[in-house]
């Protein structure tokens, strides 16, 4: 399926775009490979090339390591707000398009098209149903040659990526300040198992927290576990004490060496509730933020959140007992009854968002109603 739709397309940039076809990164002057182009390497190494199979010299921020951003350009990631990416198939296709080797070729009815001239496929979902989410990772170093995969942690999720160019981030609001010189950040996804194949995206860049009001440090990373319901691999509760809480690690998928995640090509790991990965901001990353963190398996106890140690927007409440949500453009606040525990899958659930893998849609949850609605209108422009 896959093959038989990509042929057509690629004739189809061949004529018209040729350096179009691909598939989607996060592109900003801050990243590593900033300027690659499909030449710069022996292989089409640009920076929406999937990587896949590749020992860990190739895939490791997308082998551009020789291709640092200039001194100064540095992704800020403002501290209790949001921080907007643009994710695109190709540079031409964003704000950057002024040292794109095709020059502007961005939609001029529809900013928010991450891949102008080309069916969806291109950046690998089948509908905005099909979505299964790309996050943002942080490693508080600011010499990128030190940084290991270990030292990542996932500090903000977006369940509904890729879909547009504009992509909101939430940066939790107790994110320490970076060391001098910033931090390295790095944009993660894996794509829908029903739309391309086993393939992993990372594109490294520089990074730097803005208005810290706190200087805990983060917790070290754990690799996420599947935790969460899984209806088409038969599976069709979630298993919370299944589930990795705190921060945890990217996944390193598919490749050669130094992979920790060994799911089948079927069933990739994904930025969603199947995961623990919950929407937005990952507030519960912190040294301190909980009391009782037990090792995670299919019976143990579910852990407690340190009172205080979240700041007062954490979905999971800590802290507070309010989770403020956005649906359909209207904020609601919930009270959450557990407020020093992980709250109730159906405390979580507020807002048409669900627990732990919830029991909505295929894999993950199914958004609600209003949501797709809110995505669509901004889709249509
Ligand atoms: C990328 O190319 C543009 C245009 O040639 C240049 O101004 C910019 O400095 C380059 N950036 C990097 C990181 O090499
Ligand atoms: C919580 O959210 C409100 C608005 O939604 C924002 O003004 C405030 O800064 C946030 N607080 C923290 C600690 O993130
Ligand atoms: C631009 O976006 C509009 C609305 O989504 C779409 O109908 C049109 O085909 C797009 N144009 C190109 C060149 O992709
Ligand atoms: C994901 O990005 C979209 C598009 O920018 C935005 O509307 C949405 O609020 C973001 N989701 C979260 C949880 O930040
Ligand atoms: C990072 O942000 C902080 C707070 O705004 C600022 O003091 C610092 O100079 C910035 N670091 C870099 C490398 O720009
Ligand atoms: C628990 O998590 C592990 C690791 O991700 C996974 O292999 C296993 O299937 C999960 N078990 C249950 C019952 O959720
Ligand atoms: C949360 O609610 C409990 C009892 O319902 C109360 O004792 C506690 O002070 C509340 N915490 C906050 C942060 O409002």
Known sequence: MYTTLRLPLALFALHVLPQVSGHAAFIHPSMFGFNVTAQTYSYDNRPVAPIKNMPFSQWWFHNHLDHPPNPGDLFDLPAGESATAEIACTKGATSFFASAEGGDIRNASNPNDVCPGSPMIEYHTQGFNDLEGCALAIAYKSDVGEVEPEDFTVFSVNQTCVWTRFTDFRVPGRMPPCPEGGCICAFFWIHAPDAGGEENYMNGFKCNVTGSTSTVPLATSKVARRCGADPANQKTQSVPGNCTYGAK?????????????????????????????????????????????????????????????????????????????????????????????????????????????????????????????????????
């Not at 519960?284 to 963190?293: G, T």
């Not at 159906?346 to 609600?368: C, F, K, T």
Request: hydrophobic content about 25%; charged content about 20%; glycine content about 12%.
């Open 249 to 381: 690690t990217p996944f390193y998928w598919f490749n050669n060496e130094r992979n920790n995640m060994f799911e089948g090509a079927f069933s990739p790991p994904v930025y969603n509730d199947l995961y623990n990965f919950l929407d937005g901001a990952q507030n519960d990353i912190f040294q301190d933020s909980y009391s009782f963190l037990p090792d995670p398996s299919p019976t143990a106890p579910m852990p407690v959140l340190a009172s205080g140690s979240s700041n007062s927007n954490s979905t999971l409440g800590g802290g507070s007992n309010s989770t403020t949500t956005t649906s359909g453009g209207k904020k609601k606040t919930c009270t959450v009854k557990q407020p020093s525990a992980v709250p109730s899958l159906a405390a979580r659930g507020v807002g048409g968002y669900e627990g732990p893998g919830g029991v909505g849609r295929r894999r993950g949850r199914r958004l609600h109603y209003s949501e797709r609605r809110r995505v669509w209108d901004m889709w249509r422009f």
